[in-house]
Each structure stands twice: as C-alpha cells, then as structure tokens.
C-alpha cells in the first residue's frame, strides 16, 4: 500500500463502490415514483400554478423565494405550499426559503414535463380553432403538431401553421408525429370514436371538452373539461354568497347589493352565460 493508499481502492474497492452507489440509485428511484403515486390531485393541479408562478420570478432574474412569497403568488396559503412541496421532497431552507431553479427542475420532473410532448386537436370548430392558435402550449412544453376534423372545407388548410387533417388518418398522423396528448374538441356523436383512433395512434393522454364521459383503456389518462359545469359551480358560489348577504341584510337592517343590482339579476346573468358556453 502506498503512502496515499487510504484514497487508493483496488479493483475490489472500486466495484464494492460502484456496487453502493448502484444501489443507492435503485433505492432514490423507486423512492420518487412513490412520492408522485402519493401526491393528491388536487396538489398535482397547484404544482402546476407554483410552476407558472416560479417560472415567472425566474423571467424576473429571482433567484430565491420565501413560501410567503410564492404562497401569495399563487393564491394559496403558505402552509398548504409547503405541504405540497413535500410531496416531492423539497422543504427550502431556514432563512432563504427556495431556490426558484432547483424548484423549477423539481416540479418539472414531478409533472412530466422533462419528456417530450406532442398535442393533438380533433375537431377544429371554434373552440378546437382558438386552441390550436394557443401561443401557450408551445412555451410550456406541449406543441401542437396535428389538426384533425370531418370537414372537407377544413382539410388541408393551415390553422396555427398546421394543415389540418381527415379525422380518418388520426392514426397514421399521430403514431407518425408521436403525438402524446389528444385534445378532443368534437360535439358528443363523435367523441368516443375519436378518442379510440387517438389511442389506437399511440396517445396516452387525452384532454377532453366533449360533454361525455370516454371509454378509454387503464393505462390511458383522461381529464374533463366541461365549461358548462365550470360555470354552473360559479353560479352555485354567486347563489351562495347573495343568500349570505340577504342574511346579513336582515340582521344589519342594509339594503342587499348596490342600486339597481339584485339576485335575479345576477342569476339571469349566469344562466344567459351558461347558454352561451354550452353553445360552443
């Protein structure tokens, strides 16, 4: 052994380390799969608002963000931040609070986002048109590189810079592009059929705005998207709060809500606009 031999390993030193360090990655990997299996979903969805928040500070040149700071630009509380933050391990530091790029890197990785992706848009009336002109996917990681609809007056022309395709090479074009994400923007008639080319074409996951519930294989994730209950749940929270102040009227002896403004009026409001949203 030579004078320096305690920083000298043998060829059986070298692979017993190499041995540990092996195992210690099976161990950290396993170990992150089971931290995402075990985030809510309702944490999932606020990751992706800390996300946006973080990627706006680090446009801003911020390096480091206290939970009070990102909680507030997020528009949640500090302590329910920092319980999601723990469900991918990470816990800042006393005094400093996060690091806004290994932040960044870790929610990234969390939600997929370090893969490559590739969007999909079937049916391409006004909604399917406006979200293949959506200048925000390409910037998160999600371009759109095909069009699909029925119409003949549609296909082959260009919306967004894509031509748009036949409904009927959906699985050509997509197992082609290697598109990831399907974006089913069809009215309800056709939705399950598309969804069944999308995943014949090798889409894993699909977005869905069709007021129907997808028959999809286990391995296929599928988010709904139904405007018409988004708005009907603003209704439900606008209801709510005028049965709030009609209440406190009676007690405080006060006029409810300001002249010329009443319940029905409000309610008629949030009908005329669930009309419209069911309409597109």
Do not use: W
Not at 155 to 180: A, F, L, N, Y
Request: glycine content about 10%.
């Amino acid at each position: 052994m030579t004078a320096h031999g305690a920083d000298v390993q043998d060829g059986d030193g070298q692979a017993e380390a190499d041995s540990r360090i092996e195992s210690k990655q099976s161990v950290e990997v396993p170990a992150a799969r089971e931290r995402a299996r075990a985030i809510p979903e309702a944490a999932v969805a606020r990751l992706a608002v800390y996300l946006r928040a973080l990627s706006g500070l680090a446009e801003q040149d911020i390096t480091t963000v206290s939970s009070d700071e990102l909680a507030a630009a997020a528009g949640v509380n500090s302590a329910k931040l920092r319980k999601d933050l723990s469900y991918i391990g990470s816990y800042g530091t006393r005094g400093v609070g996060y690091e806004v790029a290994v932040l960044i890197g870790q929610i990234e990785r969390t939600l997929g986002l370090t893969r490559k992706h590739s969007v999909a848009v079937v049916g391409i009336g006004n909604l399917g048109h406006a979200l293949a002109n959506y200048g925000g996917f390409p910037g998160r990681g999600f371009p759109v590189s095909a069009l699909f609809d029925l119409d003949p007056d549609l296909v082959g022309v260009p919306v967004g810079g894509i031509p748009v395709s036949h409904i009927d090479d959906i699985v050509e074009v997509c197992s082609e592009r290697e598109v990831t994400i399907g974006v089913i923007a069809t009215p309800v008639q056709g939705a399950q059929e598309v969804c069944d080319r999308l995943v014949a074409g090798g889409v894993s996951c699909i977005l869905n705005f069709a007021p129907v519930v997808l028959q999809v294989p286990e391995d296929v994730e599928v988010r709904k998207v139904d405007l018409a209950v988004e708005m009907q749940i603003l209704s439900f929270h606008v209801a709510r709060r005028q049965q709030e102040a009609a209440a406190q009227s009676e007690v405080d002896g006060a006029d409810l809500g300001p002249p010329g403004t009443t319940g029905e009026q409000v309610s008629g409001e949030v009908e005329s606009a669930n009309r419209m949203v069911e309409r597109l």
